[in-house]
C-alpha cells in the first residue's frame, strides 16, 4: 500500500495548523490508516518555532480528546514541497505565500484544507489566536469535518 503525506500550514503553526495535524492523526489511526500516512504542520512565519501549540488550543483539542501538548511550531521550508503530496493551507494568505515558495517540479496537491469539504460552505479555518475561547472550539468543529473527508479522499488513493 502507497504511503501518502499530508503537511496542514497556517501562519505561526501554533493554533489551526497543529490543531488539524492532531485532528487528523486520531483519524486516521481510528480509521487504522495511520501507519500509511505522513502528517505534520508547519507555518509560514517564524515567530514561534520550537514552541508548543496555543494552550488555548491545546485546551480545547483534550477536551475532545486529541492530543496536541508534544507538538511543536516549524517554519515551512521548500523541502516541504519533495516530501509532502498534500499541502494545505488554513487560509488564503497562507496558501499565496506558499503558492511563492513552491518549486516547479512540485506535482502533489496545494490548496485550501476546507476546499475538501465543500458542504461547509467556507474556505478559510479562522485564525482563533485573537479571541476567545469559542473561537478554538469552532476550529475543531471545521477541521473535524474536513479531516473526515480528507481521509476519505486519501483512503480511496491508498487501496
Known sequence: MAKQSILFVCLGNICRSPTA????????????LGEHLEIDSAGTGDWHVGQPP????????????????GLRARQVSTEDFSRFGWILAMD???????????PRSFGGHLGLFLDVAPALGLREVP??????DDGFARVLDLIETASDALLNRVAATLR
Not at 92 to 102: E, I, T, V
Not at 127 to 132: I, L, Q, R
Open 21 to 32: 495535524e492532531g485532528v487528523f492523526r486520531a483519524r486516521a489511526a481510528r480509521a487504522g
Open 54 to 69: 496555543d494552550r488555548r488550543a491545546i485546551a480545547a483539542a483534550a477536551g475532545r480528546g486529541y492530543d496536541l501538548a
Open 92 to 102: 488564503r494568505a497562507n496558501l499565496r505565500d506558499l503558492a511563492a515558495l513552491r
Open 127 to 132: 485564525d482563533p489566536y485573537y479571541g476567545g
